[in-house]
C-alpha cells in the first residue's frame, strides 16, 4: 500500500508526541508501527522531504553499491545501512546478494532486454577470467586445499582413536586371563 505524504507526516507527527495514528484497515498493526517508527528515522536522518514519493528513481553506481555493501558486509545491520542511504532494505540486500554471488561485477546492473538474436561470435574460446572470477577461484581452491587438509586430519584422528581401543581391549583381555589363570590355580 502507498502512503501519501501528508498522511506520512501526521504519522510520524503523532509518533512523535507519543502517540499511534490509527491503523489503516487490511494492515497488520505492528508491521504498520514498524513502518511508522522506520518513516520517523527516515524524517531525523535525511529530512521531512524524504518521506516524498520519489518522482524519479535515484541511479547508484557500482562503486556507491560497492560501498553500501562493503557495510553491511563489515557487520552494520542492512536496515541501518539502507536507511541512513534512503533506499529500501529489500534493495540492499539484493546488491549484496548479487555481489556473494558474482563479485563486484555484479553491482554493475545493467538495464534494459537482452538481445534475442543469437550472438555469432566464436564461442569456441573461453573468455578471460575478470578479476572478481579470478579471486574467487583463488579463495576457493585454498578453502578446498584446507578441506583436503582437515579431512587428511580427521582421518589420521579416527584411525589413532581405533588403535587405542583395540590396544585398550587386548590389554583388558590379557588383564582378565591372567585373573582367570590366577583363580584356576587357587
Request: net charge positive.
Amino acid at each position: 500500500m502507498k502512503y501519501d505524504f501528508v498522511f506520512k507526516l501526521n504519522s510520524v507527527e503523532l509518533y512523535r508526541n507519543g502517540q499511534w495514528p490509527d491503523t489503516p484497515t487490511g494492515i497488520n498493526q505492528k508491521d504498520f508501527r514498524k513502518r511508522v517508527k522506520t518513516w520517523a528515522k527516515l524524517a531525523d536522518l535525511h529530512g521531512i522531504n524524504a518521506l516524498r514519493h520519489p518522482t524519479t528513481c535515484t541511479e547508484y553506481t557500482a562503486e556507491e553499491r560497492y560501498n553500501l555493501v562493503a557495510r553491511v558486509l563489515a557487520g552494520e545491520s542492512q536496515k541501518s545501512v539502507a536507511l541512513s542511504a534512503g533506499i529500501n532494505d529489500s534493495q540492499l540486500s539484493k546488491w549484496v546478494k548479487q555481489y556473494k554471488i558474482y563479485g563486484y561485477d555484479g553491482l554493475n546492473l545493467k538495464k534494459g532486454r537482452r538481445s534475442k538474436e543469437i550472438s555469432m561470435k566464436n564461442t569456441d574460446r573461453p573468455d578471460e577470467l575478470t578479476i572478481s572470477e579470478r579471486e574467487e577461484l583463488i579463495r576457493l581452491r585454498a578453502e578446498a586445499e584446507y578441506l583436503r587438509t582437515e579431512n587428511e586430519a580427521i582421518k589420521k584422528l579416527i584411525a589413532l582413536r581405533r588403535e587405542k581401543e583395540v590396544a585398550q581391549l587386548k590389554a583388558k583381555k590379557q588383564q582378565s586371563s591372567k585373573n582367570s589363570a590366577k583363580k584356576d590355580i587357587n
